[in-house]
């Protein structure tokens, strides 16, 4: 399997194809520092105009917590938080249920994502989206104070 190829693919037009490029990596991080090497073409996809390409990249930094022996994380928290921001309410979903995996390797930045995470703007999204976000929330928050 060729690492490389997976990564490109994650840019691809198909979304079940990328989907399971990006499956495929995750699973490789859960296991092997294999794809850490990758974390800035990672850091890079938060910069897109497509908000898929953003979680893709949000995703797979989460996933790489597990090995960020160089704090290339902590260096990088302020431009990998941004996508708590995001216009699409599922960029954030997704974004609040992946900061497990930087809690979980990270403790020093646990206050840092709090902070960030309580301070999403909910007035912005549809009144069917607001309760799903703020569950999210609570229950990122909850994990980071050992509830």
């Known amino acids: 399997m060729n690492i490389e190829n997976k990564i490109k693919g994650l840019y691809g037009k198909g979304t079940k194809e990328s989907f399971d490029n990006l499956l495929e990596l995750e699973a490789i991080s859960e296991q092997a520092d294999t794809v850490y090497p990758y974390f800035n073409e990672f850091l890079a996809m938060l910069k897109s105009e497509k908000y898929l390409f953003r979680v893709r990249g949000f995703r797979l930094i989460c996933k790489l917590a597990k090995w960020d022996k160089d704090n290339l994380i902590d260096e990088a928290l302020e431009d990998v938080l941004v996508l708590l921001h995001d216009e699409k309410p599922t960029a954030i979903r997704q974004a609040l249920g992946y900061l497990k995996y930087l809690i979980t390797y990270k403790e ?9 995470a309580l301070a999403i703007d909910l007035s912005e999204f549809k009144d069917s989206m607001r309760p799903l976000i703020e569950k999210d929330i609570g229950e990122l928050v909850r994990l980071i104070d050992g509830e």
């Open 108 to 116: 020093p930045l646990k206050g840092r994502i709090r902070e960030e």
